[in-house]
């Protein structure tokens, strides 16, 4: 991958589902980060939910509170960091910061120093947007977050959006630049509702011409007695079934959060942890043909 690059057709995922607690931000730390690996892929990632969990993942307390008080979040994509009220849009945007003055670099090639894994880190301060109730207001907001995500596709070969749970301004956001939407279910009660309700939500937007190609991951993390049932239900279901993915995503403790903790598990010297990079890899390679990657 080239920095300055014109492909534009560089391809955005949102990893998101209606419903929470299904693995987003575990798939978005440690699936991306081991297809950097896998495929010499460049890639950025963007905590686009207010938790910032995905941030908590990768970065350490020390260096997000450096990040944090030099206005180097995701909420500076979004408004100049002269934006202090949490009920008024700033009226003079500007253009968005530029990728590499916000990102902390997770990774890099070793023989050119450019960044092979970034992170835009989150900010709890986005829930902004949840409070603001003029819908008019907001549509410089989402111009700017659009524009950044441009720039961002001409410097990197994916980029990827970690989103909330919820039919938020930011979902409308996310939804507006992503070509494809990674889909984590479970075999839980409420899962497969979940689903129904992103593909009612994304299908019923005026807004998003291009509706992003859906792909659904199984994570098979904490399975029960019904999951064959689940997955079987899911595999069968006419519109649901023919973009899920062949490989389930494993349950392993190597993926659950420890406190004090940060990083991929796939970069440690754990036990069992080759037959996680294993897992990943498949599922990485049947992620190629829905990308458009050979």
Known sequence: MVVGKNDCSTPVISVINMKGGVGKTTISAHLFRHMVNCLSKTILLVDFDPQFNLTQTLMNEKDYSAFKSSNKTVFSVMEPPTSTSLFNISQHMGPPPNVDDIKKQLFYWTKTGKTALGLIPGDFKMTKYTLVDDPKSLEPVKKRFIEFIEKAKKEYDLVVLDCNPSSSFMSLCALSVSSHLLIPVKAERYSMLGLDMLDEFVMTLPTIVNKPKKIILVNGEGQKSSYSVFENNLRAHSK???VTLPTVLKS??????????????????LPHVNALKRNLADIINEMKIPLGWK
């Open 240 to 242: 649901f079934g023919p």
């Open 252 to 269: 392993s403790s190597l993926l659950g959060a420890k406190d004090g903790m940060v990083g991929c598990a796939t970069d440690k010297k």
